[in-house]
């Protein structure tokens, strides 16, 4: 159950990005902000000859005292970044990766749509619905 | 019964009234029932052509609401009212104190003729009707209480859009009633029992109720009380949008046809975001439309997901809030059981692609695999061969070709897909082109909405190209040229050393210089389909691929004896020599797909590229540009 999950584009601008309604959302944007900087860093660091070889799912990005960041990031740079509750320590780290492959198959839906264009923000009510089945339910 | 008892009211009845109220009651209830039956009821009241608020009323007021049946009292003051209504009083029980004439029971006229003509009159006519039904349908309810399970979520959507033009309202009640009729005589809710005995109601003038056994007739075959329980609780019938009608349906498949003439095969993503753009709608819907619509998520749109997604394009443009999830009706599942099984024409196809693909496709596949270092010139000139062979094939047994859907995407159409073709598009998909066809598709009217079909579809109306096509001068082409859309001008100048791949690009460009000394060569053929990268010739009769295609290769025989300007072939029996040369064509029309599609990656590179240093000279102008003060 995430907080929050994010789409970013190849080029770094968000494509998606939705978090659980809190007081303060503008921190999960900052956060997943800066855990760009670890997606490249992690994505750079596999070197070209590896691209093809490359695990999408990028694991624990970044950990804070209340959230750990994880990342997937496609063969195209797009990039899955989702914060999690450190608190929720209900979810495993395979579970993780469930989830990742999950938004990545949604994702890969929303690309067969012929009216969606490739770098437009991702407006699609079913990746709304799949984003919103895997949010933490705050009630 | 001169004395109607509602609530201790006594309304005199003169003779005249109460013998005509008697008959009135009488035709509408069985003499073993104490009350009249609703829907027959129903049919009378609508009859007194009074507006179905007012019935409502006249309902609610002679007191059969309360009661939940039509008594003998509620029916004779109902009837006094309808008189009241008709000369102009109010609805109130004070009115029909007076003295009335009767009430008058026009019939409403029988619209099956009108509805099979044309639509279009057919709903100015009848939007009345369907509103007054629905209305009666709430009415109904309202009056037998728990005698009817009607259904009343159809409901509601019919109702929602109150505000949108009547025109708009009436499409989809109006094939609710097309569906109800054509479809399923018996087991009915009342509501469509309702509005057919209606409409089965010949015309007496006012007064004459020598329909009443007609009337009379008709209702025990409607059996009334009985059927009207039995509701098909799985499907919904006349009163739901979601259903598509047996003409909308054969509007469909005929806009499909005109996109993709296998109803087996798919229309690519491109082709139907072209054609869906036309209806007008934002975006936003059309990709939510897709959304619902495309159940495989494969970016294509098979027939049945065609007929849903222009299904709800049209509820859309009448003013239905599309829904979150794909209705029953129009899964894919359901509509292809509906709708394919009538759509048998294609037995030429079948008998033609079957054979085909199982060979074929294995065979193929690998062969693009190795085809990619093919030259491109040989290739281009084979691709033109081939795409004369399909075309006079085509022509001649007006059969499709199982051309892989690569290859498709560069046509688009008037190419056989291959059934198994699910294989070939996770690949071609990544071919499938955005911007060249799209730049290339040439305008068309937008698709209208089924009511209308005698809107001459240019996608369905032949062109007069033929003729132009027939000579064979550049002139022609050239003047082909100013039609297709500006952008493309700019790509000879930009891919003149990619010249051979432009020669599939832009045929129209390069061909002209290529094939100045292949043009007498190409007096062989008439062709149908169009030239090969040009999706957007759809009705390009064979002419002008038969001019402009180059030399043929001597291994493929091909008729010769037909002229090259004749505009139609004569249609040929398939021989087998000429599958074989298909056959052949599609083989190295699959080579050049491959080639093309590699190409089309490394020109997308180059684009990158260049857009790069685009971004790049443009800052450093910002930067070198003097600062601007504020």
Not at chain 2, 159 to 178: E, F, H
């Amino acid at each position: 159950m995430a907080v929050c999950i994010a789409v970013i584009a190849k080029e770094n601008y968000p494509l998606y990005i939705r978090s659980v309604p809190t007081e303060n959302e503008l921190k999960f944007h900052y956060t997943v902000h800066t855990s760009l900087d670890v997606v490249d860093e992690k994505i750079s660091a596999m070197g070209k000859a590896l691209v093809d070889q490359r695990e999408l799912y990028l694991g624990l990005l970044y950990p804070t005292e209340d959230y750990k960041v994880y990342g997937y990031v496609t063969n195209s740079k797009v990039k899955f970044v989702m914060v999690v509750d450190s608190s929720n320590t209900a979810l495993r780290d395979n579970s993780h990766s469930s989830m990742f492959r999950k938004l990545h198959n949604s994702y890969t839906d929303i690309m067969c749509n012929p009216f969606y264009n490739p770098g437009d923000r991702i407006q699609s009510r079913a990746f709304d619905t799949m984003v919103n089945s895997m949010m933490m339910q705050v009630c | 019964a001169a004395a109607a008892g509602t609530g201790g009211l006594l309304l005199p009845l003169s003779e005249t009234e109460q013998q005509r109220y008697s008959e009135l009651f009488s035709r509408c209830c069985p003499p073993p029932e104490a009350a009249a039956g609703g829907s027959s009821v129903g049919e009378l009241f609508r009859a007194s052509q009074l507006p179905p608020d007012t019935l409502h009323q006249i309902t609610e007021v002679c007191g059969a609401k309360r009661v939940g049946y039509f008594g003998p009292a509620q029916f004779y003051i109902a009837l006094k009212l309808i008189a009241a209504a008709q000369s102009g009083f109010p609805v109130r029980i004070e009115s029909i104190k007076n003295e009335l004439p009767l009430p008058r029971f026009m019939a409403l006229k029988n619209d099956t003729e009108v509805r099979y003509g044309t639509p279009a009159e057919f709903h100015g006519v009848k939007f009345q009707v369907p509103h007054a039904t629905l209305e009666k349908n709430s009415f109904k309810r309202t009056d037998e209480g728990d005698k009817q399970d009607h259904k009343s979520p159809p409901m509601s959507p019919i109702c929602s859009p109150p505000a949108s033009p009547s025109t708009y309202q009436r499409i989809p009640l109006s094939y609710g009633y097309g569906k109800a009729r054509t479809g399923l005589e018996q087991q009915h809710g009342a509501p469509y029992e309702v509005r057919h005995s209606t409409h089965q109601q010949d015309g007496p003038s006012s007064g004459n109720y020598g329909a009443k056994s007609a009337l009379t007739c008709s209702t025990p075959n409607r059996s009334l009380s009985v059927e009207r329980e039995q509701q098909d609780s799985s499907t919904q019938y006349s009163d739901d949008p979601w259903r598509i009608t047996e003409e909308q349906r054969d509007y469909y498949v005929n806009q499909f046809r005109s996109l993709q003439p296998d109803l087996n095969a798919f229309i690519s993503g491109s082709v139907a975001k072209n054609f869906f753009t036309k209806s007008k709608l934002p975006i936003l819907e059309l990709s939510h439309i897709w959304e619902l619509s495309d159940v495989d998520c494969d970016g294509a749109l098979t027939l049945p997901e065609f007929c849903a997604a222009f299904h709800l394009v049209v509820a859309r443009k009448n003013g239905y809030q599309l829904p979150e999830t794909l209705p029953e009706t129009l899964l894919p599942e359901y509509l292809q059981a509906a709708c394919l099984k009538p759509i048998r024409d294609c037995a030429l196809f079948d008998s033609y692609s079957e054979p085909l693909p199982s060979s074929q496709q294995a065979r193929d596949f690998s062969r693009t695999e190795k085809s990619s270092a093919e030259e491109v010139p040989d290739s281009s000139a084979l691709l033109q061969d081939g795409k004369k062979d399909d075309q006079q094939a085509l022509k001649a047994s007006t059969t499709l070709k199982t051309i892989p859907k690569e290859f498709q995407h560069l046509t688009v159409k008037a190419a056989a897909q291959e059934p198994n073709a699910l294989r070939a598009r996770p690949r071609s998909r990544s071919y499938s082109s955005t911007s060249i066809e799209d730049a290339m598709k040439k305008g068309e009217e937008p698709p209208t909405p089924p009511p209308r079909p005698q809107k001459s579809h240019s996608r369905a109306s032949s062109l007069d190209l033929n003729k132009i096509f027939q000579q064979n001068t550049q002139a022609v082409r050239s003047g082909w040229l100013p039609p297709p859309p500006p952008a493309l001008p700019p790509r000879p100048s930009v891919s003149q050393t990619e010249q051979p791949s432009e020669v599939e690009l832009h045929p129209q460009m390069n061909r002209p210089p290529s094939q100045a000394e292949e043009n007498s060569s190409a007096k062989k053929e008439v062709v149908l389909a169009q030239p090969p990268s040009k999706p957007a010739r759809r009705k390009l009769r064979t002419e002008a691929q038969g001019l402009e295609t180059p030399e043929l290769s001597p291994t493929i025989n091909v008729t010769s004896t037909l002229p090259a300007v004749k505009p139609h072939l004569p249609v040929q029996k398939q021989s087998s020599k000429q599958k074989r040369a298909i056959q052949t064509a599609i083989r190295k029309n699959k080579e050049a797909n491959a080639v093309l599609a590699r190409l089309n990656s490394e020109l997308q590179q180059q684009l990158k590229e260049v857009h790069k240093e685009r971004i790049a000279l443009e800052t450093q102008l910002e930067q070198l540009r003097p600062v601007t003060v504020l």
